[in-house]
């Protein structure tokens, strides 16, 4: 089927076009600092459910966006629109927010111009394949759980970027960025079982793994037996343990801290976990989705947050980094979360030495409870069971759980190797599946 | 010669639609307009005003659908995306294993605007920067407030929908909204106390009809209160829950799970699907006989009471909960068919042109009873009155919930006392509604809009308001927030 041969992607903002348009957006703007901003995005997802395709949607949708100052007054507009009369017309938009704004004391320049690091941020065939490979992908998803009579809903995504910062200082970045994402439930009678992968390469969504994964885990969540509440040793799978540590990072803001707020505040250099868990910013790995350039003109580093337990770097603003004399802000947009010494290569292998504990595939709906302590609640979902001895024993109903991740890492037993780990409400990080000797689960569900 | 006009547009993308066989189109062009001021800690943080126009035609082709959209409103973009739409409902027609029947619906021609006395892009910006900046320093004048934060947001919709059925809808909709919080530190603890306005299709006269001082006094004493009362014990209690904070309670335990499509598996893989399947629809006792959910898209100055979904049918009020029994479903013209029913609810949304309409949760309230608060409060030994949002969750069939609040109360001997802090209480859906004993009456009756309700891949906020007067709930398990066991 030779399909979109009749419909080629249309072309995305070019690094020279976007030269151009914050070249005339300068030039229109009377402002002290003007910076502008692209992200120029082509995206489609093939959604499926009940074993039949339920939506089939692509979307192009350019934005640019300006900050105009003068002095320390500010203001910001943006466009869907790149014609000369909308772009002209989202300059004075900005120019008047910033002339009729009061004095912002935290307002800072933009950053002074630097050379980005050149990342490999676009994969060919994510672009030149992504609409074809979507369905393909679906239908092979959607075929191999046909074949088990078992019902798949989930989703194939691909997407190309334009993504761009400048600034009348010299400041200038504009990279292209490519994202596939694959995720599937699939449903055996009262049973689910959920796989995820995202990648800059739609090749590397390893369809056919993913899908089987997800089938034996709904096979074997079928008919689940209920355990009461209570604390239990669990063994989590890295998209579990990427869920809590999303709002352990999120917890690391520095203004917070500073203010009083965090639940680390007074913890910099200290330790906050286990010795044996870290945890780093790593952009250049091929299986993260490191970038150039953040959309504050910032360079994304590799840099370290967490070393043997201890808090060694804190998530800055750049008015809190200036206020605290730190000169190169660090970013996470790449994060491995490891345990050193982990030896295990999977999580099946990490089970044989289980004696009894919980498996818990993926979290669903974390939510903090108090910031204070950083407890959090949420529902395993997607394949919970008991393990005894080294194997599964049988499935059980979810349970809600209701535990800081700042006390249940502190004591983190045997580890696999960092692994990919993608969720809806996580993104994606690399994270080890790990054994943790006690985690609260505070009631049960109806399945 | 002049632009296209939005009808020329329309008629380009229907005449290809019209073309390709396909038995079914829609266009939807949108331009949108949103300001949002948000200051921080005594300072205006971000002024942002961003204009979003594009359009999205969506195309069913031998019962299978087809979506595409794109922000370039051109000669040479909205053929090309109709035509893209088309292919891409080829696509799906072609492993299709069943076909979606649409269900009927009569053809409109109107045009739907937000009454409003106040045009908030006509209010000069220092007057709002003013409020929010006056409105923190009130916050900060109590010693213990460490934070604050102030926001005013408005958004308007120009919109055009129009189908090859012949249904021509223009919009014209406005939504505004304001909130102020204060976070104070004591003793190594900080909570925070917020207030919020809910979120309705009004003009700035929304934001001016609030005593924006008086509010910051009483939400930075309540929060300084808060952070310094004795933490909730674990226990069972009675509860008497505001209309803002059942807002959230009814949006999350009943809203949800009376989308069809989520009942009928179509969220599956994200948002979740439903404990209300489609056998329970008149058989199963959801609440108690004085718990009555009805869906309400008709009530003027509600976020979901748009005129027409995004299906061009007509809103409409029916009921989802009667005298306790689970009755009726959100629908659209998709799924309305699936169980029979010969219309849809007019409940199809999606959170603009670039998105595709899926079934959305509708503006539903919980029906007034006949008590006072005084007299729901004076009914109550050992309870704890919540107010407001907090902490929620709650697993992907919508059955185990736990909530926090935003502020609480303890009630002893039918009176309501001092604070308490670290509230959560958890239950089991059909267990909770039918705990309900009373609602206060009308006069007590308060509603509360939400703009960003995640569902769908990819994820798209949806918009509705739930209306709730005060209501009393029995022997609620009740835990302290903190700590891990």
């Known amino acids: ?447 | 010669m002049g632009s296209p006009t939005w009808d020329e547009f329309a008629e380009l993308a229907l005449a290809r639609v019209r073309r390709s066989g396909a038995e079914y189109g829609d266009i939807r062009i949108q331009h949108r307009l949103t300001e949002r001021i948000k200051g921080e800690d005594r300072r205006i943080a971000s002024v942002c005003d961003d204009e979003d126009n594009g359009f999205g035609v969506r195309v069913l082709y031998h019962g299978a659908w087809g979506f595409a959209a794109s922000s370039v409103l051109s000669l040479e973009d909205v053929p090309r995306v109709a035509d893209l739409a088309v292919e891409l409902a080829k696509y799906s027609a072609s492993i299709a294993t069943e076909k979606v029947q649409l269900a009927e619906e009569p053809v409109h021609r109107d045009r739907v605007a937000t009454p409003f006395r106040s045009d908030p892009h006509a209010v000069p910006l220092e007057k709002k920067t003013r409020l929010l900046l006056e409105a923190m320093e009130v916050l900060h004048n109590e010693p213990d407030i460490v934070r604050s934060t102030a926001e005013i947001w408005w958004c308007r919709d120009r919109k055009r929908f129009q189908s090859t059925e012949g249904t021509v809808l223009d919009f014209d909709l406005l939504a505004v909204n304001g909130s102020i919080s204060a976070t104070a530190l004591f003793d190594g603890r900080f909570a925070t106390r917020s207030f919020n306005l809910p979120y309705l299709r009004h003009g700035y006269e929304l934001i001016e009809e609030i005593r924006w001082p008086e509010e910051a006094i009483r939400v930075a004493r309540e929060a300084v209160e808060k952070v310094r009362a004795p933490a909730v014990e674990d226990g069972v209690y009675d509860l008497v829950l505001d209309p803002e904070h059942l807002s959230l309670t009814i949006h999350e335990s009943c809203g949800h799970p009376s989308e069809l499509d989520r009942a009928l598996g179509y969220e599956a893989n994200y948002a979740g699907t439903s404990f209300l399947t489609p056998e329970k629809r008149g058989a199963f006792r959801f609440g108690s006989p004085p718990v009555t959910l009805v869906a309400d898209n008709t009530e003027p100055g509600t976020l979901a009471a748009t005129g027409y979904d995004d299906d061009g049918v007509e809103c409409q009020k029916w009921d989802i909960v009667r005298d306790g029994v689970f009755v009726g479903y959100c629908t659209n013209r998709e799924v309305a068919r699936k169980i029979g029913e010969t219309r849809s609810r007019g409940s199809n949304r999606a959170d603009g042109w670039g998105g595709v309409p899926i079934v959305r949760i509708a503006n539903i309230g919980l029906e007034p009873g006949e008590q006072t608060l005084d007299q729901l409060i004076a009914d109550v030994k050992r309870g704890i009155y919540i107010e407001g949002h907090g902490s929620y969750s709650i697993d992907q069939r919508r059955y185990n919930f736990q909530f926090g609040g935003d502020a609480f109360w303890l009630i002893e001997n039918g009176r309501r006392t001092h604070m308490l802090r670290d509230v959560i209480y958890h239950g089991i859906t059909p267990e909770f509604w039918n705990s309900c004993e009373g609602v206060a009456d009308r006069s007590f009756r308060r509603r509360h809009g939400f703009i960003t309700c995640g569902k769908g891949q990819p994820v798209q906020s949806g918009w509705m308001t739930h209306a709730a007067s005060p209501a009393l709930f029995r022997k609620v398990q009740v835990i302290r927030g903190e700590g891990g066991s």
Not at chain 1, 72 to 87: I, N
Not at chain 1, 205 to 224: C, F, N, P, V, Y
Not at chain 1, 228 to 248: C, F, I, K, N, R
Not at chain 1, 267 to 279: C, E, F, N, S, T
């Open chain 1, 1 to 447: 089927m030779s399909l979109f041969a009749s419909n080629p992607w249309p072309k995305m903002t070019s690094r020279d076009e976007f030269r151009f348009l914050a070249d005339v957006i300068f030039a229109r703007s009377s402002g002290d600092h003007t910076v502008v901003t692209l992200h120029d995005e082509r995206a489609g997802t093939t959604r499926f459910a009940d074993n039949r395709v339920i939506q089939n949607v692509d979307t192009r949708r350019g934005l640019l966006t300006v900050t105009v100052s003068f002095g320390r007054r500010h203001g910001t507009a943006s466009t869907t629109d790149f014609t000369a009369g909308a772009v002209q017309g989202m300059v004075a938009r900005a120019e008047r927010i910033a002339r009729a704004a009061p004095e912002d004391p935290e307002y800072l320049p933009p950053p002074d111009p630097r050379p980005f690091p050149v990342r490999e941020t676009a994969r060919e065939e994510t672009i030149t394949n992504g609409p074809v490979r979507r369905h393909e992908y679906a239908n092979e998803a959607m075929g191999l759980c046909r074949m088990e009579n078992l019902m798949a809903a989930g989703i194939v995504s691909s997407s190309v970027a334009s993504v761009g910062v400048a600034a009348n200082n010299g400041l200038f970045g504009c990279e292209t960025r490519t994202e596939a994402q694959f995720s599937l439930t699939v449903q055996a009678d009262d049973g689910t079982g959920w796989s995820a992968a995202a990648h800059r390469s739609i090749d590397h969504l390893k369809i056919q793994e993913r899908t089987l994964a997800a089938i034996d885990k709904a096979k074997r969540s079928r008919e689940a037996k209920d355990l009461p509440p209570g604390d239990y040793p669990v063994v989590l799978e890295p998209a579990a343990v990427a869920g809590l540590w999303s709002w352990l990072i999120w917890a690391l803001d520095a203004k917070s801290y500073d203010k009083g707020t965090s639940p680390v505040a007074g913890q910099l250099g200290k330790q906050i976990v286990d010795k044996r868990v870290a945890l780093s910013n790593v952009p250049d790995h091929p299986d993260l989705f490191g970038v150039g350039f953040t959309a504050e003109g910032l360079p994304s580093e590799p840099s370290q947050w967490i070393e043997g337990g201890c808090l060694k770097q804190l998530a800055y603003d750049r008015f809190t980094a200036r206020a605290r004399g730190v000169k190169s802000i660090p970013t996470l947009e790449s994060p491995i979360f490891s345990v050193k010494g982990a030896s295990f290569g999977s999580v099946q292998e990490l089970l044989k030495q289980i004696d009894r504990a919980i498996l818990v595939t993926n979290f669903w709906y974390i939510r903090s409870v108090n910031l204070r302590d950083l407890t959090l609640t949420g529902m395993t979902r997607d394949g919970t069971f008991l393990v005894e001895n080294g194997h599964i024993v049988c499935p059980v109903k979810n349970f809600r759980f209701h535990d800081s991740p700042l006390r249940v890492f502190q004591d983190v037993g045997i580890a696999t190797v960092p692994a990919e780990a993608v969720t809806p409400e996580a993104g994606k990080m690399l994270a080890p599946a790990m054994a943790l000797p006690r985690f609260h689960f505070s009631s049960v569900t109806r399945f």
